[in-house]
């Protein structure tokens, strides 16, 4: 068993191109081999009680292997597109705290999109289609500024969630720039864990609060 770990693990650092990945791929590798090898001596992953952030492991059933907050700035890591020139408060941009929830004629427009457990990459087809409806509008309606606010489920510490949430408001901000709208109206910002929209426990709890929402200026 440990020969064919260590040629597994061999075997998923040859296909890298560089130092980084490989050791990405080396410890994903590894967790997975972990858990088959567990699995195969009977151990389990009942749910318990957890005294603390730090025992967080997410759930068994979504297949979620956890991250260190290294991993996540590492994993989650990207080309940024730059900031916007101006911040909120400054040369005439608006303060933050003047931006506003979309009106309800505009909630189609601005919909939430929503992420998988650990995860800042827009899947959902309908939301994407979303996206560029609303890249769309920004183009045509060069008077608005968005603020895209990013937020997670109850799950991981504070910092980790902090830290993913800025990823999916990225994620967003990125995929409407790309799609044409001015990057220099879209602003973002983490809520983390700190705002959910269900105050359940539970998987859909969860999967409503991991979400990207919009807040809006129209001068």
Same mark, same amino acid.
């Given at each position: 068993?440990?020969?064919?770990?260590?040629?597994?693990?061999?075997?998923?650092?040859?296909?890298?191109?560089?130092?980084?990945?490989?050791?990405?791929?080396?410890?994903?590798?590894?967790?997975?081999?972990?858990?088959?090898?567990?699995?195969?001596?009977?151990?389990?992953?009942?749910?318990?009680? +957890?005294?603390?952030?730090?025992?967080?492991? #997410?759930?068994? @059933? *979504?297949?979620?292997?956890? +991250?260190? =907050?290294?991993?996540?700035?590492?994993?989650?890591? @990207?080309?940024?597109?730059?900031?916007?020139?101006?911040?909120?408060?400054?040369?005439?941009?608006?303060?933050? *705290?003047?931006?506003?929830?979309?009106?309800?004629?505009?909630?189609?427009?601005?919909?939430?999109?929503?992420?998988?457990?650990?995860?800042?990459?827009?899947?959902?087809?309908?939301?994407?289609?979303?996206?560029?409806?609303?890249? =769309?509008?920004?183009?045509?309606?060069?008077?608005?500024?968005?603020?895209?606010?990013?937020?997670?489920?109850?799950?991981?510490?504070?910092?980790?969630?902090?830290?993913?949430?800025? /990823? /999916?408001?990225?994620?967003?901000?990125?995929? +409407?720039?790309?799609?044409? #709208? @001015?990057?220099?109206?879209?602003?973002?910002?983490? /809520?983390?864990?700190?705002?959910? +929209?269900?105050?359940?426990?539970?998987?859909?709890?969860?999967?409503?609060?991991?979400?990207?929402?919009?807040?809006?200026?129209?001068?």
């Amino acid at each position: 068993m440990k020969r064919f770990v260590v040629a597994f693990l061999f075997l998923a650092a040859s296909c890298s191109h560089n130092s980084s990945e490989t050791w990405e791929n080396m410890k994903t590798a590894g967790r997975y081999m972990q858990r088959g090898v567990d699995s195969m001596l009977g151990k389990d992953y009942d749910s318990r009680m +957890l005294t603390s952030d730090e025992e967080f492991y #997410g759930p068994f @059933d *979504d297949d979620f292997i956890p +991250l260190e =907050d290294a991993d996540l700035r590492n994993q989650f890591s @990207d080309a940024a597109l730059p900031a916007p020139k101006g911040t909120p408060g400054q040369f005439g941009i608006p303060n933050l *705290d003047t931006f506003y929830a979309p009106p309800e004629a505009l909630k189609g427009v601005f919909s939430s999109v929503h992420f998988n457990t650990d995860e800042h990459i827009i899947r959902d087809r309908n939301e994407i289609a979303a996206l560029m409806h609303l890249s =769309d509008y920004l183009k045509k309606h060069p008077n608005v500024y968005v603020v895209v606010e990013g937020h997670c489920d109850e799950r991981a510490s504070a910092s980790y969630n902090m830290a993913l949430g800025m /990823r /999916r408001a990225n994620a967003v901000r990125s995929f +409407l720039v790309k799609n044409g #709208g @001015d990057l220099n109206r879209i602003y973002t910002i983490s /809520r983390g864990k700190e705002q959910p +929209l269900a105050l359940g426990h539970g998987n859909e709890d969860w999967r409503i609060n991991r979400r990207a929402e919009f807040r809006i200026f129209q001068k």
